[in-house]
């Protein structure tokens, strides 16, 4: 066996037997060191490189963007949101489940990470949608599939590594991101309406919300939901970076929390400790990937496969086809972030190469990692659910066959029609 | 005497419990202030280069500094809520006495990598002492051992993780709700 198949095979083993992800990352380097005693290496230039891999300007906006996601979250403004959602879409078939996915969708607009969303909005949300009828395997599958909204709306965590490791630019890809975003809101509000007329689940209320009362519930909401505003129009003026523009948004929610009068030390600490332990975990994947990455280019395999692809692919259509099945498939066994940084690289120069713009290919790899993080045996996002929600994953799984259909649909429309994702940055960009 | 004895145990392990309590904040602490750091500097790097127009040349330099030590404290305020993400699939579909077996597997398959990247991260320490940063000029020693540190923290953080789980089951579960509250 050559010594990058061992590698691989001990990353497979070690991610199933429940070591966190990093250390399954690099066990699998040091597994390769160890076959491999002639490239030389050592555990200096292993640590070496995970820290290079954190060492990123781009990157530092991951810590900035959980900060100021999760300050809005303890200054109350999820509950103004929530209010806001309620009264916007009451009168709609399965009044809850949509509130459900516009919240994602706002809420988008303030954290980028899917899984702080579905973990909040699980608590938040599922147990009074059960209380109305809804059943939990339903209820559990439309909080984490709405969730996925969430990285598509800027500020999103996975556009931010994704244009560091690829240098591709942020702010487009940001910009990229709100079109696929508000169709899926669009598409999942469609579904959830026809499954809730058929199953009768209820509405929140007869009538639609006068105008008045939309005003009223929106007026509290207005600050917070000008936040991706204040990011898109500040990068795109050239005003500050997308980093700096993760300093200004913890700036701005720091301000309407003392605003509200919902700021206090207890929870500015609490604040701080959640957001230190997320980008912790998410930084050491990042360090640790960009090692195992580094051992791949080591061995030439970007070549090889570069070769490989080309071969089998005769034209562009082939190959989005081929890469999507592909990262389809490695979605199911790999954390999204890992495989981003392994599988970023070497498929954006071939992406360039058959002429695809790298920022509607970024937005195709997202999203279909996305995907991933929804289904077994490795869906990060299913698991927090339904950790929290106590659903069985079988009945996760069942209800949410005509979710997994629509995101099929919407990841072929992304890939092959680009104007999809590609139509706002232009306008926006003047491209 | 022997009563003593006991007393003065029991008063040992609060002792214990109290640094043990200190160093388990020391991490967040520092983590903590170098996230505080790092919006500080970039908050101000948007006013110096957009207002005042002197942009600040060691900005960069200082992020990456502060950034590297916050990575590397939060990893062990991570391990102790809990908050590594890992897979639990298989683990779930298993009896008590095999996932006891599998906890071990991963406890020591961790231990290891860890230990491996200490010695590893203190090689490395010592091997950057004479590089130092362009503005600042300061070594990279001192960034870099935050990996050690980090490292050896994240051993002790989720040996007593383990050591609370396995034998003060109830003791954990409240400190886990607990640190999620908090």
């Known amino acids: ?431 | 005497m022997l009563l003593s004895s006991c007393h003065k145990t029991q008063e040992m392990s609060t002792t214990m419990k109290k640094v043990l309590r200190w160093i388990g904040n020391l991490d967040f602490l520092i983590a903590a202030l170098a996230l505080i750091a790092i919006v500080c500097i970039t908050v101000a790097g948007v006013v110096m280069r957009k207002f005042v127009n002197r942009p600040i040349a060691w900005l960069e330099e200082m992020q990456l500094f502060f950034f590297v030590w916050m990575v590397f404290f939060g990893a062990s305020v991570a391990f102790r809520t809990g908050g590594q993400i890992s897979i639990d699939i298989v683990a779930e579909r298993l009896g008590t006495k095999q996932r006891r077996i599998l906890d071990v597997f991963a406890y020591l398959v961790t231990m290891a990598v860890l230990i491996y990247l200490f010695f590893g991260g203190v090689g490395l320490a010592e091997a950057v002492t004479k590089k130092v940063t362009p503005y600042l000029r300061i070594s990279y020693t001192l960034i870099d051992i935050a990996a050690p540190i980090g490292c050896a923290l994240m051993v002790v953080q989720y040996s007593l993780l383990v050591i609370r789980e396995w034998f003060f089951p109830e003791d954990a579960v409240a400190a886990r709700k607990g640190g999620n509250a908090s």
């Open chain 1, 1 to 431: 066996m050559t010594p990058i198949a061992l590698a691989w095979i001990v990353l497979l083993v070690l991610l199933f037997l429940n070591v966190p992800v990093f250390i399954s990352v690099l066990g699998a380097c040091i597994a390769y060191f160890l076959a491999n005693p002639s490239a030389g290496i050592t555990g200096v230039l292993a640590i070496q490189r995970v820290i290079s891999g954190m060492q990123s300007v781009p990157l530092l906006a991951i810590p900035f963007f959980v900060a100021a996601g999760v300050l809005m979250n303890y200054c109350g403004i999820t509950q103004r949101m929530l209010r806001f959602c309620k009264v916007l879409t009451g009168h709609l078939y399965g009044g809850l489940g949509q509130v459900n996915i516009v919240l994602s969708t706002l809420m988008g607009g303030m954290s980028g990470s899917s899984l702080a969303d579905a973990a909040m909005e699980a608590k938040m949300l599922v147990p009074d949608m059960v209380k109305s009828g809804y059943s939990l395997g339903f209820a559990s599958s439309i909080t984490a599939v709405s969730s996925m909204i969430t990285p598509l709306i800027p500020p999103a965590i996975a556009a931010i590594i994704y244009g560091s490791i690829t240098n591709t630019s942020i702010g487009h890809l940001f910009v990229a991101g709100i079109v696929p975003g508000l169709l899926l809101c669009f598409a999942m509000m469609f579904v959830v309406s026809r499954v809730a007329k058929r199953k009768h689940y209820p509405r929140l209320s007869e009538k639609r919300a006068t105008g008045r009362e939309l005003w009223q519930a929106f007026k509290p909401a207005a600050l917070p939901l000008a936040l991706p505003l204040v990011i898109i129009g500040g990068i795109r003026f050239g005003f500050f970076t997308p980093t700096e523009a993760g300093a200004i948004a913890i700036l701005y929610a720091l301000i309407l929390g003392i605003a509200y009068r919902e700021l206090r030390l207890d929870n500015l600490l609490s604040c701080l400790k959640e957001t230190v332990s997320t980008t912790a975990s998410i930084m050491l994947i990042v360090g640790a990937a960009t090692c195992f990455s580094w051992i791949l280019t080591w061995e030439n395999v970007p070549q090889t496969m570069m070769t490989a692809i080309l071969k089998v692919c005769s034209n562009k259509y082939v190959f989005l086809m081929v890469v999507n099945v592909f990262l389809l498939f490695v979605g199911l066994f790999i954390e999204a972030t890992a495989a981003q940084i392994v599988l970023a690289p070497m498929l954006v120069p071939v992406a360039v190469a058959f002429g695809i713009d790298p920022v509607h290919f970024g937005m195709v790899f997202i999203f279909n990692m996305a995907i991933g993080s929804l289904s077994p045996p490795m869906g990060n996002l299913m698991f927090v659910t339904c950790g929290v929600t106590h659903c069985k994953t079988e009945d996760f799984i069942r209800e949410s066959r005509w979710f997994y259909l629509l995101l099929f649909v919407m990841l072929i429309a992304m890939t092959y029609l680009p104007f999809i994702t590609l139509a706002l940055p232009n306008l926006v960009y003047g491209g």
